[in-house]
């Protein structure tokens, strides 16, 4: 084998190496996004009530207020 196919070997397999690094940092850097969000998504969840669970308290706050003006005395 002459200098140049030596070489030029190591340089497909430097680069083969370099792509798969590459591609391996990609992956790992892709699932740890992955499971960034899905703790987000589970502290998040945690941090709010559901939609129908707010909807039911306001409209608790709407009577409240309701029932404090006619105790007032104030006609709505």
């Known amino acids: 084998m002459d200098p140049l ?3 030029l070997i190591g340089a497909s ?3 083969g190496i370099g792509l798969a690094s590459f591609a391996a940092l990609k ?3 892709a699932w ?3 499971k960034r969000l899905e703790l987000a998504r589970q ?3 945690s941090a709010l009530p559901p939609a129908s669970g707010r909807i039911e ?3 608790l706050k709407e009577r409240v207020r ?3 003006a006619i105790a007032a005395g104030i006609d709505l």
Do not use: C, P, Q, R
């Open 66 to 68: 309701k029932l404090e």
């Open 57 to 59: 308290l306001a409209d």
């Open 32 to 34: 740890l996004e992955y």
């Open 27 to 29: 992956g790992w850097n």
């Open 13 to 15: 397999v430097l680069m």
């Open 5 to 7: 196919s030596i070489g």
């Open 43 to 45: 502290m998040g969840d």
